[in-house]
């Protein structure tokens, strides 16, 4: 979307303008250095402005944590110890454990203290992809709800303490409660002042964009939040020649362009026009800065008609990437890579062509991103259920994963499991622990962080592993993976959660004498034994691939290499690239894109490279997306020989 | 002393049912084998328990389990059926009262 690029443009505007800006990225896959063409990291580094004053920061969420959790770790065991029956050793070995999914829960908080720290006068934060940022805008209620929690273990020990001194001192616990209680409080208020808070959206014009945006503002709406400004990217400039490539997109932009203002009619949009190559560095942030402020925007939306689309032909034999992509063996494929890079419409073509040429593969399509379009893409509604697609598709199913239900389904089944767990506990006993269900019940009624990553990975698991009772359901999962950073959270959430999932076996058998083993045990032992089995798998090169997607430019390709080593790190298989939207125009404009787009291409590491075409309007529908497909071809072997051969002399 | 008498007999009376009762329970209630044999997995799977250890405890577990399972197959007279149909008691000292 450029979303990056635009919060660097805007935070050097107003530093140059004479203020103290601050510039914090949130998303867990940084782009904000490749954007200023500055390397930066937790520590705020000073931006060379020509005026003013810009310190830029990459947040490092897992960090943050640890600074936050130290500080306050004696006060939150001492409320644990206090409100479980936990010894503190337990209470440790919960304390220690890595959080999935954290950078929600910190990156407000840690924004809050960052600016409360250094007093800049404006704070501009480049956030996470959509469904993630609406994740971080519930985190102040996230943080009253633990307040609360840990409130409530510490009544308690309040009751009993007043019951027998008569009187109750409030201690360390009480104001670190509080301080959550009042920090929770005040991030919501910041967020819904609009005189304090303004919320500027970046969009492409482009239909899955547009339905994004649509979804997304209404949801900041809906919470309280004023969005400012819709900030309409990368728009194709009017063109003198009669280019067909560029005609076409100028009209697919302003049909976008239409919905948008039809749809969301109390919003200011500001059109940006696309350059030739996407803005890096100083000089041209400060270009791009002028276009996001100047008051008079000027794009003409093209109205020429629309062009009747080819007939559709269906594909007589699969295409030459169709065993790159999916290994005869393959059991997990998942499409990652930057936000707006096409994600969703390369992972369902896939998925079709595949089911279109094998029938007999049973394939379940999953969107694993909280800001879905796959079921825009495909032109079908889809929702949490595994639903089939219409068209030549006989072992396809899709679904978009909706993790608030998930949760709320697996919540109920351990309520009851838990309520069993008191029994046991309280059999032969008078006493009612009622503070003791009441801080269980809050704390299951708190949705975990990482809650997409966490649900995404079990749903894999449930139709991909064997369990004692039930067979695999599918033969492969094609994942539309959240953008870079979740994506990298949710290959690492098997091992995460399989550490709770330990813990809590471990917590079980040591009062299993009190408590016995009921079906919390049983269910536990399953989740532990899946997700090792899912943990293995995603290392198995032959059953799971990432393909990486990403677009011939600076960004995307910089992210893409760091997806790249991460996944090394990982020992995760990646052997195929997709490079999706290569240019094809022959104007003048197109061509410079395109010799851009080249440039940037060259420094692709050395994997097989696949590419898409940008086509206009986008598919939309199985008939278009199975045509794109067909239009998907390997890059030239000298191409890849001569990168080969680079990669050999660097080493 | 009637009365104490059938106190104290009804109390031991009392007792030796619920021995009974848990004797039953140990030979053919199979909860806990297998609480026993998920708590062996779940020290597994922290890996408290080696392959082999675990091997060699899940068969004699499972044996147990299937010992009850023919038990109960067979409808073998279970200690369900037992009853305590008298106690005899003999005193050492002498009673208190006849002297």
């Not at chain 1, 992509?325 to 707006?340: I, N, T, Y």
Request: net charge neutral; charged share 25%.
């Amino acid at each position: 979307m450029g979303k990056t690029t635009c919060a660097a443009a805007t935070a050097l505007h107003l530093a140059e303008r004479g203020a103290h800006v601050l510039l914090i990225s949130t998303d867990p896959a940084h782009s904000l250095g490749d954007a200023l063409a500055v390397p930066l990291g937790d520590r705020a580094t000073r931006i060379p402005s020509r005026a003013g004053r810009l310190q830029a920061v990459e947040l490092d969420a897992d960090a943050a944590l640890a600074r936050w959790l130290n500080e306050r770790r004696g006060a939150l065991r001492l409320a644990a110890s206090r409100g479980t029956y936990l010894d503190d050793q337990d209470i440790d070995q919960f304390l220690d454990l890595s959080v999935p999914g954290v950078d929600e829960l910190v990156g407000l908080l840690e924004l809050h203290r960052r600016a409360t720290a250094a007093r800049p006068d404006v704070v501009v934060v480049d956030t996470a992809p959509t469904g993630h940022t609406l994740r971080l805008l519930s985190m102040p209620r996230t943080l009253r709800n633990l307040a609360a929690i840990f409130s409530g273990m510490q009544e308690k020990h309040r009751v009993v303490t007043e019951s027998l001194r008569g009187w109750w001192q409030p201690d360390n616990v009480d104001a670190v409660v509080e301080e959550m209680d009042e920090h929770g409080r005040a991030l919501l208020e910041l967020l819904q002042d609009p005189t304090r808070c303004a919320f500027r959206w970046v969009a492409l014009a482009e239909p899955l964009s547009v339905e994004e945006s649509i979804d997304g503002v209404t949801a900041l709406r809906q919470g309280g939040i004023t969005v400012e400004e819709l900030i309409l990217n990368r728009l194709t400039p009017p063109t003198t020649s009669r280019c067909a490539t560029c005609t076409a997109r100028r009209r697919s932009e302003a049909e976008a362009a239409e919905v948008l203002t039809a749809r969301l009619p109390n919003i200011t949009v500001r059109p940006v026009l696309a350059l030739d190559d996407e803005p890096r560095g100083l000089n041209a942030l400060r270009k791009l800065g002028r276009a996001l402020t100047t008051t008079r925007p000027r794009w003409e939306p093209a109205r020429s008609p629309r062009a009747t689309p080819a007939p559709f032909q269906r594909p007589r034999h699969p295409p030459t990437w169709l065993g790159l992509v999916f290994p005869p063996r393959a059991q997990l494929v998942l499409f990652a890579g930057k936000g707006g890079v096409g994600k969703t419409t390369c992972a369902a073509t896939a998925a079709l062509t595949l089911c279109l040429h094998q029938p007999q593969r049973r394939v379940l399509l999953l969107s694993a991103d909280p800001a879905h379009s796959l079921a825009d893409v495909l032109d079908v509604p889809l929702d949490d259920h595994e639903r089939p697609i219409p068209g030549p598709f006989p072992g396809l199913r899709a679904r978009e994963l909706d993790a608030d239900r998930a949760f709320r389904v697996r919540r109920e089944r351990y309520r009851h499991a838990v309520d069993e767990l008191f029994d046991g506990l309280l059999r032969g006993s008078r006493l009612d622990a009622t503070y003791d269900r009441a801080v269980m019940q809050d704390l299951m009624d708190l949705a975990p962080p990482g809650i997409d990553e966490l649900f995404a990975i079990l749903s894999v698991m449930d139709v991909l592993v064997p369990s004692a009772t039930e067979t695999a359901r599918y033969d492969l999962v094609v994942v539309d993976a959240a953008p870079t950073g979740h994506a990298l959270r949710l290959l690492q959430m098997p091992e995460v959660a399989q550490e709770w999932v330990r813990a809590l076996l471990a917590i079980l058998l040591k009062y299993r004498e009190v408590v016995g083993l009921g079906r919390l045990a049983e269910d536990l032992l399953e989740l532990a034994r899946g997700l090792r089995v899912l943990g293995q798998l995603l290392r198995q090169p032959e059953r799971t691939q990432v393909i990486p997607v990403t677009r011939a430019a600076e960004l995307p390709l910089a992210e893409t290499e760091r997806l790249l080593q991460r996944l090394h790190a990982l020992g995760m298989s990646a052997p195929t690239l997709l490079v999706n939207a290569v240019a094809s125009g022959g104007c003048p404009r197109c061509r410079r894109t395109g010799a851009a787009q080249h440039a940037h291409l060259q420094r692709l590491p050395s994997a097989t490279e696949l590419r898409a075409p940008q086509v206009f309007p986008p598919p939309r529908g199985w008939e278009a997306l199975v045509s794109l497909g067909a239009q998907w071809s390997l890059a030239p072997a000298e191409r890849l020989a001569g990168r080969a051969r680079r990669a050999v002399r660097e080493r | 002393m009637i009365v104490l008498d059938r106190l104290l007999v009804g109390g031991i009376r009392f007792v030796l049912d619920k021995l009974a009762a848990a004797a039953e329970a140990e030979l053919n209630d199979d909860t806990s084998l297998r609480e026993q044999l998920l708590a062996a997995q779940m020290r597994h799977e922290l890996g408290e328990l080696s392959d082999t250890e675990f091997a060699e405890l899940e068969s004699v577990l499972l044996a147990r389990l299937r010992e009850i399972r023919e038990r109960q197959r067979q409808g073998t007279p279970d200690m369900k059926d037992a009853r305590v149909t008298g106690v005899e008691i003999e005193f050492g000292g002498q009673d208190p009262d006849d002297r």
